[in-house]
């Protein structure tokens, strides 16, 4: 290809089929290969700092413990999860993960310490 033939003149050359050419422009490099998984005891922020799951709880609680129906807070406790992670992202700044939540809601439920 360096010399100006084409692509597809080349493969036929060689006997290699057209699907089974993938040229790239860039070499790719593989450093290191890790399984990414799950964050275990915290979350991060949006600004990069750990939160930790304690104080997440804490929030539970927080929101769990109100009693008052004039309180816009009241209202959190029938969120679903993807509405509450996303409530944390927009009001705290925590990036959780709505499946995260749920397990922390489904942990604290089953602990009876939120009802």
Partial sequence: MGYGFSTSYLLRIFGITRSSYYRRKKPVFFLKKTKPGRR????????????????????????YSRVNPYE????LKVLGSKKLSKYFLNEFGIIVNH????????????TSIIK
Avoid: A, Q, W
């Fill in 72 to 75: 816009p807070e009241y209202y």
């Fill in 99 to 110: 499946k995260k939540v749920h397990r922390m809601r489904k942990k604290l439920v089953s």
């Fill in 40 to 63: 275990r005891n915290y979350c991060l922020k949006t600004n990069g700092e750990k939160f930790e799951d304690k104080e997440l709880e804490k929030l539970f609680k927080d929101i």
